[in-house]
């Protein structure tokens, strides 16, 4: 039994426990009025995420989906961060899960010859927005986005991380 999650590409198996996850931290731990229905990307995320420059991974603990990172491909080659969830169990130093998941998108966008990764988050979400600002990630305005960024209705705080 590992001491930290395994970050591996999302396959469909493990689809329900992705939804799961992401549902009960959006709506359980920050009461964001978002639905299933709301996040039909949920229910494609082969389709929606791992095309292009693309991709979806999750963190796995014994067997149990406890994180997930997503890039989506914006064109230019930019991506747009979507979808970093941890389970609050996971969360700080002695998992590391955040890290793991960041670090393998972070690879991935260096492999794949990405420029510039953007996100949108909520600004309820303050631990995340430390995360962020901590891996190098610049605090930008939502008119620094790109045109082909998929703003969400619940995102208010917008990052950019570049690759020189």
């Known amino acids: 039994m590992s001491n ?4 591996k590409q999302y396959t469909n198996e493990y689809q329900a426990e992705v939804v799961n996850l992401i549902l009960h931290i959006q709506q359980k731990e920050y ?3 978002i639905t299933k229905r709301d996040q039909p990307d949920l229910y494609t995320i082969e389709d929606f995420y791992q095309t292009g420059k693309g991709n979806f991974w999750i963190a796995v603990y014994n067997n149990k989906v406890v994180g997930t990172i997503s890039l989506l491909d914006i064109g230019n080659n930019q991506v747009a961060l979507r979808k970093m969830f941890v389970d609050q169990e996971f969360r700080g130093a002695m998992f590391k899960t955040a890290s793991l998941l ?3 998108a972070i690879k991935w966008v260096e492999e794949k010859s990405i420029k510039t990764v953007y996100l949108g988050t909520t600004p309820q979400f303050l631990a995340a927005h430390r995360f962020y600002e901590k891996n190098g990630f610049t605090s930008i305005g939502v008119n620094e986005l790109p045109e082909n ?5 619940v995102d208010r705080k917008f990052y950019q991380y570049s690759l020189s």
């Open 31 to 33: 009461n964001i009025p």
């Open 4 to 7: 930290s999650p395994i970050v």
């Open 149 to 153: 960024f998929p703003l969400l209705q």
């Open 102 to 104: 960041l670090n393998k």
